[in-house]
């Protein structure tokens, strides 16, 4: 089956979520028959390069979803990639392409208490797992930023702590995100685990998690949505060469 076309969206307005954190409410014909309720759901950005050349694609979150719009937030980092530094300068009225959405990858809600992780970057789509877990839920969010005017108010069930990381020089072996989660107390039961951040972190506590605790592959979701240092496209060819080698 071939991929939908790409769908030409307008930017209806802009937002300054946080400090680090911008939100680009996109809209117009494009949507009229966009899916719904596709709030974390990804969505691929296509910019445009010279003639006979595939357009680069970088990769965000669905945060909110209305009839007629769709709100995606931007991680914004010292050195903007292209799809940060098109953010920064949108206007409303300006265009842009997508594809997707991709299908949304949401914590397993059969558990009997949940272990959400992630940077910036993982923010979106933790905040709609956060707020779509059942009100009764236990358990934990360990939530990377960059400074304390990143940290947002979030939708969660009462039983689930948020506990906010501030680390504004993300390192290669992810240290404060895994140190955090190391020192939460482990709950009785069974868990699901929903994690994403930077390469090398999201290695980190996927090692801790896989050789510390028995936790089925059901209930347990880590991933990487970049890696400092590498374009999405190296990014890409990373998480390749890992799935591989996890596997073999």
């Known amino acids: 089956m071939s991929k939908p076309a790409p769908r030409e969206l307008e930017v209806i307005r802009t937002e300054k979520v946080t400090q680090h954190m911008l939100r680009i409410t996109l809209g ?11 709030e974390s759901a990804y969505i691929k950005l296509l910019f445009p ?7 680069l ?8 979803q209305r009839p007629t719009e769709i709100d995606v937030d931007f991680a914004l980092h010292e050195h ?3 799809a940060s530094l098109w953010a920064t300068n949108a206007q409303p009225g300006d265009r842009i392409l997508i594809g997707g959405p991709g299908p949304k990858k949401l914590i397993n809600h059969a558990a009997d208490w949940f272990l959400l992780a992630g940077d910036m970057t993982a923010l979106p789509a933790i905040s ?11 358990g934990h969010a360990v939530l990377e930023v960059t400074d304390d005017a990143d940290i947002q108010l979030l939708a969660h069930p009462e039983g689930v702590q948020l506990h906010w990381v501030v680390n504004p020089h993300p390192d290669p072996d992810g240290t404060p995100l895994l140190e955090k989660v190391k020192s939460l107390p482990w709950q009785e039961g069974e868990l699901a685990v929903w994690a994403a951040c930077e390469f090398g972190s999201m290695r980190a506590l996927r090692r ?19 890696k400092i240092g590498q374009t ?7 998480k390749q060469q890992d799935n591989e080698s996890a596997e073999a």
């Open 232 to 238: 999405e496209d190296g990014h890409k060819l990373a």
């Open 49 to 55: 390069r010279g003639e006979g050349e595939r357009p």
């Open 57 to 64: 694609m970088r990769t965000y979150t669905i945060r909110h």
């Open 28 to 38: 117009g014909d494009g949507l009229v028959d966009f899916p719904q309720e596709q």
């Open 128 to 138: 709609v797992n956060l707020a779509e877990l059942p009100q009764g839920a236990q």
């Open 208 to 226: 801790f998690l896989k050789e510390e605790h028995e936790i089925p592959k059901s209930h347990f979701y880590v991933s990487s949505y970049w």
């Open 80 to 82: 903007m990639g292209p």
